[in-house]
């Protein structure tokens, strides 16, 4: 990633309310870099919000800490185009034949299927990158 050789794209795959509410969160800065530390926290912290019946209160006191205020994040929950967006995310791995649920990778579009160990994928986008072609790697991931 680093030299450029592939990208890595991240997609929320939304199972349930909670995981709405959470990428909606994550979404909320605007920013490339905001979002990832929004993901960064929202995964080491998901066993207190992804499986609490008071999710929402804890979403909005992570979004207040990372400064978004309620009324914004209530404003980010209610955003029809970033709900559109975590909808349609959620719909691409559902049409690949054999997805199982997440995380699930795809190098160049092909649904990558051997063990996700670091071996297993550097040889496949070792391969793919021997093949001359950009190599992009696709995650469509439950925040939980």
């Not at 890595?8 to 909670?18: D, L």
């Not at 990372?66 to 995310?89: M, Q, R, W, Y």
């Amino acid at each position: 990633i680093d030299t450029n050789k592939i990208a890595y794209v991240f997609r929320e795959f939304v199972g349930n309310k909670q995981d709405l509410y959470a990428s909606s969160l994550a979404r909320c800065g605007k920013s490339t870099e905001s979002y990832i530390n929004f993901m960064e926290v929202l995964l080491l912290q998901q066993n207190n919000w992804a499986f609490n019946r008071k999710f929402e209160e804890v979403l909005t006191n992570i979004g207040s800490l990372g400064g978004v205020s309620p009324e914004e994040f209530s404003t980010c929950v209610a955003d029809e185009e970033i709900n559109k967006t975590l909808i349609e995310n959620t719909k691409l791995p559902l049409e690949v034949p054999g997805f199982v649920g997440t995380p699930t990778f795809f190098i160049n579009g092909k649904h990558f299927t051997k063990p996700y160990t670091f071996e297993e994928l550097s040889s496949a986008i070792d391969k793919a990158l021997k093949e001359s072609k950009p190599v992009v790697i696709t995650n469509s991931s439950e925040t939980q």
